[in-house]
């Protein structure tokens, strides 16, 4: 696939990764992503609390809750759970991951990782890079809300 195909490929999911990202409650931030196989989308995240919490992120104090979940970490999750592997996979996720999500997309076989908004921290993608994974930053225009955590 050509450079500037693979580009107009990679901005539309990042593009559907931010839209993602607007069905998370957290406040702080708002994170989406998407895992993407043979230009199918296996499987898609948003941060936010685990299955049957309150969704509510921030606690009294505006502090993201200890158990919310990262839009990487649903994203493996929902694949782990279906009929689809994502060994080869790209994830579009409109954050860069911090390290545990780094960890989890190197395990889960994730050659390639598209992010539109640098984190903070920059570990992640360290990480992501020292184990041969593709990493890719987009700088396209998308509507995420929030501050850095």
């Not at 911090?98 to 992640?124: P, S």
């Amino acid at each position: 696939m050509s450079d500037d195909k693979q580009r107009l490929l990679d901005e539309r999911y990042m593009r559907m990764a931010a839209i993602w990202a607007e069905n998370s409650y957290c406040k702080r931030r708002k994170v989406g992503a998407l895992i993407v196989k043979d230009k199918m989308i296996i499987s898609d995240g948003y941060n936010g609390t685990p299955s049957g919490f309150e969704n509510i992120c921030e606690d009294e104090n505006n502090e993201t809750k200890a158990y919310v979940l990262h839009a990487e970490a649903n994203a493996i999750t929902k694949v782990a759970c279906s009929h689809n592997s994502s060994l080869g996979a790209t994830m579009y996720v409109t954050t860069s991951p911090c390290i545990e999500c780094a960890k989890l997309i190197i395990q889960a076989g994730i050659t390639r990782v598209v992010y539109n908004q640098k984190y903070r921290r920059t570990d992640g993608a360290s990480l992501l890079e020292r184990a041969g994974v593709e990493v890719v930053f987009i700088d396209i225009e998308t509507n995420t809300e929030g501050s850095e955590d």
